[in-house]
Each structure stands twice: as C-alpha cells, then as structure tokens.
C-alpha cells in the first residue's frame, strides 16, 4: 500500500480480517500512526483469547522489530493497547461470528473502511504496488 494511501487513513477507524492481517496492521500502524483505531476480527473463543492471540502471534513477531527499535518495546505496547481492538469471530459465520451485540452495532458503526478477505486482490495489487 503506497504511503499516501496510508496517510488517508488517518483518523480512520478500520476493520481488518484474514491471513494479511500482521502485514497490514505493522504497515498502517507504522506509516500511518494517526488512525483511530484498528478492529482485528480473529479466530478465537472469546474477545480476550483473540487479544492473546494477536500479542503473542503479531504484535511479538519480528514483523514490528522496526517499530519495536524505533519506539521502544513499552511505547510500542502502549501505542498498540492505544490503537489495536481484538475482536473474537470468524468472517465465514452469520454476523462475522461477534457474539456480542452491543460490539457488534459498535463496530458496525464506527468502522470507516474494511479489509477482508473477500478484498484480497484489492489489497493485493496495493501491497505489490510497494515492492
């Protein structure tokens, strides 16, 4: 995603699903820090089991060393805590698999742009844009 594309996205609020998930969050959290709040529905049991989930498996990966260097490791877990929404669900099942409907209609209206996985070749041909 070319860096100007980022920058649209500031003071967005933003639903991302799917395996491109760690590649999308380190670049949008490092290229365009301003966004409000990025929503990551994940493959989990519960809401926190999903926000184990992405510490241990995104937020921790050698993906974010370059934020992880340039922040430090505290503001880089603080800025993430800041910015970062796990939601527990699954994109394949009725309502995105959000149990809880009050979080449901919360994100419902609050998101401002979404990348899904039915999004892929979109999402796709902006990344290799870049390379």
């Keep these: 995603m070319e860096s100007r594309k980022i920058e649209q996205l500031q003071g967005k609020t933003i639903l991302i699903t799917g395996f491109l998930e760690k590649i999308l969050v380190e670049k949008?959290?490092?290229?365009?820090?301003?966004?409000?709040?990025?929503?990551?529905?994940?493959?989990?049991?519960?809401?926190n089991s999903a926000k184990e989930r992405f510490i241990h498996e995104i937020a921790m990966s050698e993906l974010f060393n370059v934020m992880r260097e340039r922040m430090g490791t505290i503001n880089l877990c603080s800025f993430i805590e800041e910015k970062v929404f796990a939601i527990s669900g699954d994109v394949s099942n009725e309502n995105m698999g959000i149990k809880n409907s009050e979080l449901r209609e919360e994100v419902s209206k609050k998101i401002d742009k979404s990348y899904t996985q039915l999004q892929q070749p979109t999402l796709m041909r902006d990344i290799h844009k870049n390379l």
């Design 28 to 47: 949008i959290l490092r290229v365009g820090p301003n966004v409000r709040k990025l929503y990551l529905l994940i493959r989990a049991s519960d809401n």
